[in-house]
């Protein structure tokens, strides 16, 4: 706990011009915080080297061990504002949060200098209840698993190895290779990128095998991964049972061709002569290109790679297949099949550089046959738009969008090709030999939970319903992440990609996975929170075993025993506080950021007992990660709001405790905005399932809310992204006109 | 369904569009930027974004058949701005090339023309011709390059006369009926030609156009083209307004002008000759007034103040102009825009050919040097020969192909009838 603090306020940024300084010093030195705070000073300039040096020589001489910044937002000059290991640092956002976004209202004016006194008091409340946390720091295995020997795997366990790693990689299959090695050629991975060009898998599998830090198992059956990230335990059976210690695994167990049913509507099935990619693909492998009626070489193929035909399957379709009720000692299925016709539309990127690479064949093997290719979309990014522009240039190659309406075949076994939308000007029909039809890239875990994770929350990972069986928690922001911390994916298992994506995609993991076997060693979060050294502390002595945390950790941390008593994992933990804002018992706590702490912060907010002359007052739980950035946006942007409301910042939504609720509509708050990430399908939230647990709870904190006679409206949750600053202003605006206004004041206030 | 249309894609056709200037034309992804920037194209199935797919897929019935080929003046601004390089106004220079060389029978003398290699080829049949009567004459007047004095109605080889080509060359019985017989293989090869074309043009969707009666009569749309686009230029001024486009426009008017005078002045020989020497006072018997005026007119070689001579020069000065600016704009061309095909070459050096050797050989008669104004002027014969003879297979067909389809665009309705 900090006991000695030194508080400095800035004057610098306009704070100085808009605040006077002796009455916002006074607030701590003439208050109960007095006693705690024996340095209270301000400076003009408090980022310049000589007031850091003023704030080093005070701790020196008073002995602080906490420092509390009254000046700019947390987020800018954070590496100034650092004063050694010992010294915590409090930030008080007097410029964006005062001084910059401040609108005086007409009725009560005035009221910056008490909101800038409430900040101050908030911030050494804070950090006086605020502990420097000592991790523990595991001896961790630095092994690195790797799941898959593919193009993707054997990357990523040569890239492992370079880094001086020992590897492990298991493949279940006999041979090395996986679908690299089933094929004739390749999207081109090196500069001039316009041919099609051999995968070098067997280099790749040459370099592997005879890497001494590389142990290979094939015809390896990967039974189960026990323990924690930097203490894994993995048992996979490669003619016989054998256990490994592991750090940390990097998932490249690929796909899988998808389910060719989906294909029927565009002839597949019942006409002999449309085929699929893979099996194309199998026939160039294998040397001679043929239509499977008559075994002759096609003189003319075309490529379909507009799905939308098998789209209508796909509405039919039920979102999710309801699990019948198993019956009497009938275990449940364990993993419902994720596979859909949306695979095809997810593997576009690849469906359309296969067809132009499969159109390259039939222009290499077969003389002068002709390759059509029928696309909805052209998806050839990046590099590969020069690989698309080398097919064109091919006269043999003839490429048009187009809207296919019908397969169907001709008496001579020819198929005809209707389409519509094209670029020819009119609905057409063509004629080809062989038809192709893109093969749809399912990932593995589509069909199984692959990892088999000795986990409470179970063998798989959660939630991959969302992606569709792909294994990715957050790719726009966090690629490689999954829901559990230590096993980094790559490859086609995570997004359909190219080979040449794979390799880079592989060094991305291994580069993850290193740095996951390393922050374990040193006590530390690999992320969002990297580098966080605080972790959930259980005061299990009042734990009822209600297992809500166990249950609703994002990330599967904790166990449990039979009992129901929470057993944490600290290196697969990313901090976010689900579990504190889970527990009713309020037993969960970090050194740093706990149910004490906040609530003592949102106590030192000033509620006038008269709404009318003192206005409302409304507390705002920010969340770190997007919507308190976007209020410094708005704030920076020139955007302003009512002086009524206070911001307290938290790691996430999910961490928020209804206590902190209660605590605030009992000491007479008017609201509480809870301002979070996007949740849903489609979500943003750093720690994947925060806000949505947030606005379960919710839900629940209004009801009982409800039965005290607060209405249920004075909580409420708003979704902003990092980019929607400009949305700030009118959330707030309309909580203050459509709750406050509409409710009048809390019928709490001043008891 | 009716209007399905079933494609039938021809890599050969590709293939020999690539040949004959569309080499680029593969690199289109269909952006229709060309189509749009085009100040000529039609707002309705604009070209040339549509030809460019045709030509992909190797659509030889469509491209054979578009009428829009002839819509286009070349100015070039789409391959300007393509963004690809594709060259969409090559596309259709080669595509006309493509007509120049198919519509008109033989088409033996096409393929002759359709690249440099057939030049010597073509080049060394009037040269053959006329080095016979050459070399026959010389064998009747005793000299390779002989000089006249009058003698009478006759000429006479005199070692104190002047050049006159007319003696080395008789046009009675040399000249005249072989350009005669010429002009006739031409009117021919161009009569089949107009009839493939327009038989081709049947499939042309028509456009309805509100508030139009019945189609206008061919003749009528003819003289509205002719009155508009081609005395006009109308549609070509309209055609890209930057520097390179009005050096382009005002080239072009300048040789098309020239030539009407030296039509002018070609008639007027003929006629003097034909009909006032040999038809009125030959035939006839009749002498003085009209007819010696007539006669008088046609008689060469002319005074240098005959209003007939001046007239002949103002058009070789005029075309030696055009001519100029119309090679150094094609010499200036940027390579990776639009590129300059053998048949924009051929054309520009045969008339080149005519305009020099034709002043050439005017120069050098008048200074009296026989040495060099004999084969200048059998030159001169062989470039009149190759632009008369191969016309139909050559750029130069356009003259005539497309004012039919211009006409022919405004009947039905591709093009409005009136100024543009």
């Not at chain 1, 954070?78 to 640092?89: A, T």
């Not at chain 2, 569309?22 to 085009?38: F, N």
């Not at chain 2, 707002?43 to 491209?63: F, H, I, N, S, T």
Request: glycine share 10%.
């Amino acid at each position: 706990m900090a006991e000695k603090l030194g508080v400095y306020i800035c004057s610098g940024c306009d704070i100085g011009k808009a605040l006077d300084m002796a009455p916002l010093l006074e607030a701590v030195t003439k208050g109960k915080l007095a006693g705690i705070c024996p340095v209270v000073k301000q400076n003009p300039v408090l980022c310049s080297p000589d007031a850091i040096a003023e704030i080093e020589a005070d701790i020196a001489a008073n002995g602080l061990d906490g420092v509390v910044v009254c000046a700019c937002s947390p987020r800018v000059k954070w590496d100034i504002f650092k004063f050694g290991q010992g010294v915590q640092v409090e930030r008080v956002n007097l410029r964006e949060q005062c001084v910059w976004s401040f609108r005086e209202d007409e009725k009560v004016p005035g009221l910056l200098p008490l909101m800038a006194k409430d900040y101050i008091k908030m911030g050494v409340m804070k950090l006086s209840k605020s502990r420097i946390p000592a991790p523990e720091f595991p001896e961790t295995f630095k092994t690195i698993m790797v799941l898959g020997g593919g193009m993707t795997g054997l990357t990523a366990a040569l890239e492992a190895a370079k880094l001086g790693k020992d590897v492990v990689l298991v493949e279940k299959a006999a041979t090395l290779g996986g679908k690299a090695a089933t094929m004739y050629k390749t999207f081109p991975m090196s500069h001039p990128y316009l041919k099609a060009e051999d995968t070098g898998v067997d280099a790749l599998i040459a370099e592997v095998t005879s890497n001494a830090k590389i142990k290979v198992l094939t015809s390896a059956e990967f039974v189960s991964l026990e323990g924690a990230p930097g203490l894994y335990s993995a048992t996979i059976n490669a003619g016989g049972e054998q256990k490994f210690d592991i750090g940390a695994v990097v998932l490249a167990t690929g796909w899988v061709p998808g389910d060719t049913s989906f294909l029927a509507p565009m002839g597949y099935g019942s006409i002999k002569n449309v085929v699929t990619a893979a099996e194309f693909e199998a026939m160039a492998k294998a040397g001679s290109i043929v239509r499977p009626s008559d075994g002759k070489a096609p003189a003319s193929v075309a490529f379909l790679t507009d799905v939308s035909l098998c789209k209508v399957a796909e509405a039919e379709e039920p979102c999710e297949t309801p699990a019948a009720a198993p019956a009497e000692g009938e275990e449940a299925p364990a993993y419902p099949d994720k596979e859909n016709a949306k695979h095809l539309a997810y593997s576009s990127e690849l469906t359309s550089l296969v067809a132009l690479k499969q159109a390259g064949y039939v222009r290499e093997k077969l003389g002068d046959a002709l390759a059509f290719v029928l696309y909805d979309h052209m998806m050839v990014p990046g590099i590969n738009e020069r690989y698309y522009k080398s097919a064109q240039d091919d006269a043999g190659i003839m490429l048009s969008k187009a809207t296919i309406t019908k397969v169907t075949e001709d008496a001579d076994g020819g198929v005809i090709v209707a389409a519509k939308d094209t670029l020819l000007g009119a609905d057409v029909e063509i004629k080809a030999d062989l038809v192709v039809l893109p093969t749809a890239i399912v990932p593995v875990t589509a069909h199984e939970p692959t990892m088999n994770l000795q986990y409470r929350q179970g063998p798989g990972f959660p939630d991959l319903e969302l992606f569709d069986g792909f294994v990715d928690s957050n790719y726009v922001c966090f690629p490689y992440e999954t829901r559990r911390t230590g096993v980094y994916a790559a490859g086609c298992v995570r997004q359909p990609m190219t080979m040449a994506t794979a390799k880079e995609d592989a060094a991305g993991a291994v580069l993850k996975a290193v740095q996951c076997i390393g922050s374990a060693n040193r006590g530390m979060a690999v992320h969002p929170r990297s580098g966080d050294i605080s972790f959930p502390v259980f005061n299990f002595q009042r734990c009822t075993q209600c297992k809500r945390c166990t249950e609703e950790c994002p990330f599967g941390a904790l166990d449990d025993d039979e009992k129901g008593t929470p057993k944490p994992n600290p290196t697969r933990c990313r901090r976010c506080g689900t579990c504190m804002g889970a527990c009713p018992e309020r037993v969960i706590s970090f050194d740093n950021y706990n149910v004490d702490q906040i609530g003592s912060m949102i106590k030192e907010v000033y509620v006038p007992d008269d709404m009318v002359a003192g206005g409302p007052r409304v507390i705002v739980l920010v969340c770190e990660n997007d919507a308190y950035p976007a209020l410094d946006m708005a704030a920076f942007r020139g955007k302003s709001w009512s002086p009524f409301v206070r911001f307290v910042p938290v790691r996430c939504l999910g961490s928020v405790n209804a206590i902190w609720v209660a605590d605030a509509v009992s000491k007479g708050v008017d609201g509480v905005i809870m301002l979070g990430c996007k949740y849903g399908p489609d979500y943003q939230c750093h720690f994947v399932k925060g806000s949505e647990l947030c606005s379960r709870r919710k839900t629940n904190i209004a009801e009982s809310l409800g039965r005290l006679g607060v209405e249920a409206e004075r909580v409420e949750q708003y979704e902003v992204s990092i980019d929607e600053y400009d949305k700030i202003p009118g959330i707030i605006e309309r909580f203050m006109t459509e709750v406050i206004t509409k409710f009048g004041p809390n019928p709490f206030k001043g008891y | 369904m009716s209007n399905t249309v079933r494609v039938q894609p021809d890599l050969k056709f590709v293939q020999e569009l690539q040949q004959v200037g569309g080499e680029s034309l593969k690199k289109c992804y269909q952006c229709a930027t060309c189509s749009v920037v085009c100040p000529l194209s039609p707002p309705d199935g604009p070209y040339p974004r549509k030809e460019m797919v045709w030509a992909q897929w190797g659509l030889k019935d469509k491209l054979v058949n578009d009428i829009d080929i002839w819509l286009c003046h070349n100015c070039g601004t789409c391959s300007d701005l393509c963004p690809r390089g594709a060259k969409p106004g090559d596309l259709l220079a080669a595509l006309r090339n493509m007509a120049y060389r198919s519509l008109a029978k033989p088409a033996i003398i096409g393929t002759w023309m359709s690249s440099s290699k057939g030049f010597p080829l073509l080049m060394l049949i009037p040269a053959a011709i006329y080095m016979l009567i050459w070399i026959l004459r010389a064998g009747v007047l005793g000299t390779a390059f002989p000089l006249f004095i009058t003698d009478g109605h006759g000429l006479k080889v005199a070692a104190d006369g002047v050049i006159i080509f007319g003696g080395l060359f008789p046009g009675d019985y040399f000249i005249d009926p072989i350009f005669g017989a010429v002009f006739v293989f031409m009117v021919l090869a161009f009569a089949g030609g107009i009839a493939t074309m327009l038989k081709g043009f049947e499939g042309m969707p028509k456009t309805f156009i509100v508030g139009r009666g019945k189609e206008p009569s061919f003749l009528c749309c003819l003289i509205e083209t002719l009155k508009v686009e081609v005395a006009q230029h109308s549609r070509f001024q309209n055609c890209g307004n930057e520097e390179k486009d009005v050096q382009r426009f005002t080239g072009h008017l300048f040789v098309f002008y020239a030539f009407i005078a030296l039509m002018i002045v070609t008639s007027v020989v003929a006629v003097g000759h034909w009909f006032g020497a040999f038809f009125l006072q030959h035939i006839m018997g009749l002498e003085g007034g009209l007819a010696g005026l007539i006669a008088w007119a046609g008689h060469t070689p002319m005074p240098l103040w005959s209003p007939v001579k001046l007239l002949a020069n103002a058009g070789a000065v005029a075309l030696i102009y055009g001519l100029m600016k119309l090679t150094s704009r094609r010499t200036a061309l940027d390579s990776a825009k639009s590129t300059s095909n053998w048949y924009d070459w051929y054309l520009l050096t045969v008339i080149w050919g005519i305009a020099l050797t034709g002043i050439g050989s005017e120069i050098f008669r008048l200074v009296g040097q026989k040495m060099l104004a004999y084969p200048t002027y059998y030159l001169h014969l062989i470039f009149v020969f190759m632009m008369l003879a191969y016309l139909p297979w050559s750029k130069l067909g356009h003259v005539v192909y497309r004012t039919v389809a211009l006409a022919y665009a405004r009947k039905i309705g591709r093009l409005p009838m009136g100024e543009i």
